[in-house]
């Protein structure tokens, strides 16, 4: 009997991507995916962008920047996609690690309830980036995880964590919860995470399947990412009421890197640590305003 492999795209939204562009696309290239469509769907880039996607085999398509949101380009992209059963979802700065994209595809083939896995993130020089370091371990850990309706009483909102940075969708599962909606602007991963445990589908946590990302946001930026997620939860309030605050979270990863500073005799950095950590309440707060 032939079994039929799976057909399996890839999307990647972009915005002059930059000089790294062509060293994440090799990376992709090396993972030696046979016969996996890929497209990029560009924000009006100014630089060489769709140029380097074309030379490495991607289709090129177009948004308005002004029109772009996260929902409505992942929402287009399946729509293109929709001769594949599985969708993976990267973005521009994000670098994949060796069998990333075979060993996420296998676990998500692993669980037929399965409707979405993530990979885990690490950062590059660790040693440079202290705070997204011990952010990336706290929240992707080594160890993979399925997550389900009946984890909320233990894992709270953490049950609907996820991260488009880099994952993979199992179409027919996305679009019976109605797919990515327009509007959302910020979060659309765990919005689409939530739909799915609410409809008893699983969310994935994929530790074998790794990718490189840096934020390296300054406290401006970092305000402006809490910011947008207080007002993404104040937009979709059954979130939080489904599955509970960030707020618990938070505190939970001040206090345990605050220990591993004591530990560590890296007492110069707690003053950075509650800083940055004020910085993320106060975006969070005004943005549920």
């Known amino acids: 009997m032939v ?101 996420l595809l296998h676990f998500m083939i692993l669980h037929p309830r399965m409707m979405v896995a993530y990979g885990r993130q690490v950062v590059d020089v660790p040693g440079e980036n202290y705070f997204d370091q011990k952010d990336r371990e706290f929240n992707y850990p080594e160890e993979s995880r399925v997550k389900a309706k009946k984890d909320i009483p233990r894992l709270g909102i953490k049950t609907v964590f996820s991260s488009d940075t880099f994952s993979i969708y199992r179409r027919e599962y996305l679009e019976n919860v109605g797919c990515f909606p327009k509007d959302v602007r910020f979060a659309e991963d765990m919005y689409i995470a939530a739909r799915a445990i609410n409809s008893d589908y699983e969310v994935g946590y994929c530790a074998d399947a790794v990718v490189t990302h840096t934020n390296g946001l300054n406290f401006r930026e970092q305000f402006n990412r809490y910011y947008n997620m207080g007002k993404f939860h104040a937009q979709n309030k059954w979130i939080q009421k489904s599955f509970g605050s960030n707020e618990k979270d938070g505190i939970t990863l001040v206090l345990t890197q605050t220990r591993e500073l004591l530990h560590s005799n890296k007492l110069f950095k707690i003053p950075e640590l509650y800083i940055r950590s004020f910085i993320k309440y106060s975006g969070y707060r005004i943005g549920k305003l």
């Open 3 to 103: 079994i039929e492999e799976p057909k399996v795209g890839l999307m990647i939204p972009t915005l002059n991507a930059g000089k790294c562009f062509e060293t994440m696309l090799n990376c992709i290239e090396n993972q030696k995916m046979a016969n996996l469509r890929k497209i990029i769907i560009d924000s009006e880039s100014d630089d060489n962008t769709r140029m380097i996607a074309k030379k490495h085999g991607f289709e090129v398509y177009n948004i308005n920047r002004n029109q772009f949101t996260h929902g409505l380009v992942r929402r287009q992209a399946v729509e293109i996609l929709s001769d594949c059963d599985f969708i993976y979802f990267m973005t521009q700065d994000a670098y994949v690690h060796k069998l990333a994209f075979s060993n």
